[in-house]
């Protein structure tokens, strides 16, 4: 447990958990993946709590986190397999979707490429360049293209 976890109240551990044990078993997740996804939503738990204080948690940042879980335990990409991917193949898929859903320099094989609603192709575009961003952060190295 990290320092970040103690802060959590029972309340909003029992909810996490109610929250991940149902993405869970949606996408079929082990019990590993379904501990991080209780942090993660613990955090998104807190993060609206601190909406109702007056500090920023749209809609639209919540389906980003939301989307960007999905990858993670849906899709099953993990940060070995974000990290094999180099050279700013994640953010230009991002590009391909934040520009209206083109799969004209899509950087992965055309079935992966999955077009939604802007807003929708708009939500992955942003989850994906979290997804590079912290395969940088992972790298050390912001020159690591």
């Excluded at 109702?52 to 986190?65: E, H, K, N, Q, R």
């Excluded at 879980?69 to 193949?89: N, P, T, V």
Aim: overall charge negative; hydrophobic content about 40%; glycine content about 6%.
């Amino acid at each position: 447990m990290d320092d970040n976890e103690t802060s959590f109240t029972e309340e909003v551990w029992e909810r996490a958990y109610d929250e991940a044990g149902a993405f869970s078993d949606l996408y079929g997740c082990d019990e590993k993946k379904r501990e991080r996804l209780t942090v993660a939503f613990a955090n998104t738990i807190m993060s609206g709590l601190a909406e109702g204080a007056g500090l920023p948690c749209s809609d639209a940042a919540m389906d980003v986190v939301v989307e960007r879980l999905r990858q993670i335990a849906g899709e099953g990409f993990s940060a070995a397999h974000d990290d094999a991917h180099q050279h700013g193949k994640l953010a230009q898929a991002a590009t391909c979707y934040a520009i209206g859903g083109s799969d004209r320099h899509w950087p992965f094989d055309k079935s992966w490429f999955k077009r939604s609603t802007y807003r929708r192709d708009l939500v992955k575009a942003a989850a994906l360049i979290i997804a590079e961003i912290e395969r940088l952060d992972r790298a050390k190295n912001e020159n690591l293209f």
